[in-house]
């Protein structure tokens, strides 16, 4: 493996798997370099520690498969994006309404509620199948949201607790 076959691995690599593969081999290089610096490893010699951060993160994205690349990245990338499309507005709701101070329990829960049907009714008419990933992740909000209205008076006391003015 000399540094040519390297670099040629990364352009000839579709394009969508070279950004992947970039993005990997920063995020690699960053945990790698992070990780030796905190270790009590040579702390005093930082050219060693990136050189050997650089040769691991390398390695790793050089024997990265295109299959890999392609069918496992991509589809965890669809998840944690419906993830977070999901649990945003979950967590900007329950932080304006435990901010308001005139809001009251019942009104809380009754958002709550409204809420956890919309992500219901968005999952269950869906025109596409949703995989089993996906419809847990449909299933852990509306847990997540449920088990807020349960806790909403210690949910209540925590956050004006923690952010009043």
Known sequence: MNPLEIVLNFINSPPENSTIRILLFIIFFTVMFTGLT????????????????????????????????????????????????????????????????????????????IYALIIGFIGYLNQYPLTTV????????????IISMFLDKTLNKILKNKYSP
């Open 38 to 113: 905190r270790m009590h490893f040579m702390k005093e010699n930082k050219p060693i520690l990136i050189i050997i951060s650089l040769i691991i993160s390398i390695m790793a994205t050089y024997y990265m498969s295109d299959y890999f690349l392609q069918g496992i990245i991509s589809y965890s990338y669809k998840t944690i994006g419906l993830g977070l499309i999901l649990i945003f507005p979950l967590i900007i709701i329950l932080y304006a309404m435990h901010r308001n101070k005139n809001s009251s329990s019942a009104t809380r829960r009754i958002i709550l509620i």
């Open 134 to 145: 996906e419809t847990n992740i449909y299933l852990f909000i509306i847990g997540l949201t």
